[in-house]
């Protein structure tokens, strides 16, 4: 059935000029877009003109907002540059690829049969071994493969698969055949990110995206999701999805895949294996997860009985599926079928396992481990592609992943050909593959690109699905072979035609769809555990900007009253780790400076304002976009540079800058957080962190024999100064001072509010007894607020606060043990104050 072109376009090449003028298909390559002699493609041809309709200012405005969805929705990916990785915008090619119905449904066609040969190869390898005894498959490219899990020979995975969730690299060749580069069978990735093309693009351009009838992916999604919850076989189990972290290069597309598909993200502390299953430690104790669709790699998954190192995984999970209480997607060992040696089989291996050959063939690929093939491909050494047989990187890193033998230099041939001698077992030679191009949008033009298409199915009862798009990486640089987002590509969305009109399906709720529900859901205590810090820490870098805010105050007034007062300042400061030990004699403007810039300092501004970026990094999903920028924009204000010295003005308008977004970021935090489990966490941490602050600024400032001028310093920095000048005019007097901002339960910046404000979220949070009874925690919180109720402000002395600094650093302590720590049935044990 040929394509309707839409009603808008009066012929198939109608106004197409000006968008392909000086468009030229790459020598020697397939272009998707245009045929050997010029001429667009006929599937090209409705889209181009209605792109072409736009012009190109509209073009270039629709795609910049396309550019803006995407940074607003936080879409990243991690670029590893140093140890660290350096997080980067999207980098989205707003051109997408086409591929018309009938290709699609070859594509279809072979992508199952192979699903299909890799997971008879996966259930051969850990079962009967009939292929290697037969002598089909050498059992060196199993038992030598480090992704064979040797501890699970044997072992059916729960729920009767390997593979469930398999991505597949394809490219086209010159000849317009489509060759599989590269199975994904580990823990593919790049779906999470196919979808957020799909919304940006869609997005900016609707009405031809409508009408170009493109394939929906939303059904491939719903029938994943259902696979999964059919897994799942008790009503109290979540279904989870395990990330290595933040630090991992795709963490965004994690947290995104857990939000469009409902499943609760975890990392391996967040999980406990017991005797009865395998349960996520929550803040409301043990929750049971029986589905784990698992994106670390298999040798991590548990360090009890793999990579003794790791620390991502779950100890004893290898047992917990031997004992078949989870279901893990891909099973663990599944990586054994990405090896570049085990594409030198494959086409062998079809007829015989599936009785057929292979419908979509993998570039030609030999395997070295044999001495006559080592040698055959040593003779033709220049014009192969010389690859590692079973990781990503050859075993000289410097080669990187793969090299045209032809490229190298005489002793890195020389060496490398002395390598593949000694142990060919670790190489793969391959046919040098020349990618297909397809269109870019540069310089208000087309211009073509070389791309790598990966391919998505899902296993949803007894078959297969595919999904109708794809993840498309398109390299920047015109010869390339590889295409890797490390090195600077772009990524583009996938449009598969539909020979009809395409129904509208969506995994995203829309209003006549969407169940009225208050909960949120599990509390990991990992992310309470960082919401809590994330408080912690933003509290102490505002009471450190207070300090140095006072102390440029004081340097300004330039008299003798102000010095004893700057040093208490200064010592303070240095209690806290915020400025060097030698700093006492140095300037008021450069303890100033040391603060604001020195990283080396575990209480400076940036070592906090880092620590604060880095656990809310972590709980990245749980955290709101614009309470994410500000973090961003404090740790970026942080982070620009201050003059050697730089003056008060300088330094007082940084500091205001920072308080000012901080003061913002607390207003999110109660103005936009759903003030459930999380919230109360994330205040938690703060209320602790003021009072504890409070308690030890008034013992600086505040009891017996301090200088003049630092019960006004304690009124500033506790905020307090407009309240007390109206209850008590203009005179500071210890006892009025203490009360207002220790024991007053109206002053927000008061200890004993703190304690009222604790003590409210304490009684919120889920009880781990019956018994009627404070618990342990509530118990502290509790005596600490009676004691200070029940003071008089004249009895505030040093021992009394100390007292009440102790006990608060033990409520945080209780929290932490009954909420936060990995040690779930572990109770606090507290002694009461004195």
């Not at 006549?512 to 208050?518: A, D, G, I």
């Amino acid at each position: 059935m040929a394509l309707q072109f839409p009603s808008t376009v009066d012929a198939p090449d109608a106004g197409l000029e000006p968008l392909i003028s000086g468009y030229r298909p790459l020598h020697g390559v397939f272009d998707e877009m245009m045929d050997g002699d010029g001429r667009v493609r006929g599937h090209w041809q409705p889209f181009l003109a209605m792109l072409a309709a736009l012009g190109a200012d509209e073009i270039n405005r629709r795609f910049a907002a396309a550019d803006r969805y995407l940074r607003d929705s936080g879409v990243f990916y991690r670029v590893y540059e140093d140890a660290a990785g350096i997080e980067r915008p999207w980098p989205l090619s707003h051109i997408p690829l086409i591929v018309e119905p009938g290709e699609w449904r070859q594509l279809e066609a072979g992508l199952v049969q192979r699903a299909e040969l890799l997971e008879a190869v996966l259930a051969d390898s850990y079962g009967p071994g009939t292929l290697t005894r037969d002598g089909r498959l050498p059992a060196a490219v199993v038992a030598g493969n480090p992704e064979f899990l040797r501890p699970l020979v044997g072992v059916e995975p729960p729920g009767g698969a390997h593979l469930r969730f398999y991505a597949v690299d394809v490219g086209r060749g010159a000849d317009g055949r489509w060759w599989v580069l590269n199975d994904r069978a580990q823990a593919p990735s790049g779906a999470g990110y196919a979808i957020e093309n799909r919304l940006a693009l869609s997005r900016a351009i609707p009405d031809i995206y409508r009408k170009a009838r493109v394939e929906r992916v939303a059904p491939f999604f719903q029938a994943l999701q259902a696979e999964l919850l059919a897994l799942s076989h008790r009503d109290d189990a979540r279904i989870s999805l395990l990330t290595p972290g933040p630090m991992n290069e795709t963490y965004f597309e994690h947290a995104y895949l857990a939000r469009y598909l409902g499943l609760l993200l975890v990392e391996g502390e967040d999980l406990s294996v017991q005797d009865d299953g395998v349960f996520i430690r929550t803040v409301s104790g043990l929750r049971r997860t029986e589905v784990l669709l698992r994106r670390i790699d298999a040798d991590f998954a548990d360090p009890l009985e793999l990579n003794a190192a790791s620390r991502l995984g779950v100890a004893g999970l290898l047992q917990a599926v031997r004992d078949g209480k989870v279901v893990i997607i891909n099973a663990l060992g599944a990586g054994l079928v990405e090896a570049r040696a085990m594409l030198a089989f494959l086409p062998a291996l079809a007829p015989v396992v599936l009785g057929a050959e292979l419908k979509m063939p993998n570039v030609a690929t030999w395997w070295l481990g044999r001495a006559d093939m080592r040698e055959d491909m040593i003779g033709k050494f220049d014009s192969m592609v010389i690859a590692s047989a079973f990781t990503e990187q050859l075993p000289n890193a410097q080669l990187g992943s793969e090299i045209l033998g032809a490229r190298l230099d005489e002793t890195q041939r020389q060496a490398l050909m002395q390598s593949i001698r000694d142990r060919g077992i670790d190489y793969v030679a391959q046919e040098a593959v020349t990618l297909s191009s397809m269109p870019v949008w540069r310089d208000g033009r087309l211009q073509p690109r070389p791309f790598t298409l990966r391919l998505f199915l899902a296993r949803t009862g007894a078959r297969w699905q595919v999904l109708p798009a794809g993840f498309v990486r398109i390299a920047d640089d015109i010869d390339a072979r590889a295409v890797s987002l490390q090195r600077g590509a772009a990524t583009a969305d996938a449009w598969v035609l539909a020979h009809g009109p395409v129904a509208e399906t969506t995994l995203l709720p829309t209003p006549e769809r969407m169940p009225v529900q208050r909960a949120s859901g599990l509390l990991p205590s990992r992310a309470a555990d960082n919401l809590f810090w994330v408080g912690r820490y933003v509290e102490r870098a505002e009471a450190t900007l207070r300090l140095v805010r006072a102390i440029v105050n004081r340097v300004a007034e330039a008299d003798d009253a102000a010095a004893p007062v700057i040093a208490t300042l200064k010592a303070l400061l240095g209690a806290w780790d915020a400025i060097p030990p030698d700093n006492a004699a140095a300037p008021a403007t450069f303890t100033a400076r040391a603060v604001l810039t020195r990283s080396d300092l575990d209480g400076s501004l940036p070592r906090l304002v880092s620590a604060a970026r880095f656990a809310a990094s972590v709980i990245r999903d749980r955290f709101s976009p614009d309470a994410w920028r500000a973090l961003n924009d404090l740790a970026k204000l942080i982070a620009t540079p201050l003059a050697a010295d730089p003056t008060e003005s300088a330094i007082a308008e940084r500091v205001e800058a920072a308080l000012r977004i901080i003061a913002a970021l607390s207003g999110l935090a109660q103005e936009n957080m759903t003030q459930l489990a999380g919230w109360r966490f994330l205040e938690l941490g703060r209320r602790i962190e003021r009072a504890l602050l409070t308690c030890r600024l008034t013992r600086a400032l505040a009891q017996a024999g301090t200088a003049d001028g630092e019960l006004d310093v304690l009124l500033e920095l506790a905020d307090s100064q407009i309240t007390y000048r109206q209850r008590y005019v203009m005179i500071a007097a210890p006892a009025p001072v203490v009360d207002l901002v220790v024991l007053d339960p109206n002053n927000p910046r008061s200890v004993l509010y703190q304690l009222d404000r604790i003590e409210a979220h304490l009684r919120a949070l889920p009880k781990r007894s019956s018994s009627g009874r404070l618990s342990p925690v509530q118990q502290i919180a509790a005596s600490i607020a009676t004691r200070l109720r029940t003071a008089e402000a004249a009895a505030v002395n040093e021992a009394l606060i100390v007292d009440v600094e102790q006990a608060l650093m033990k409520l945080s302590d209780a929290i932490t043990a009954a909420y936060l720590t990995n040690n779930e049935r572990s109770e606090p044990v507290w002694e009461a104050l004195a």
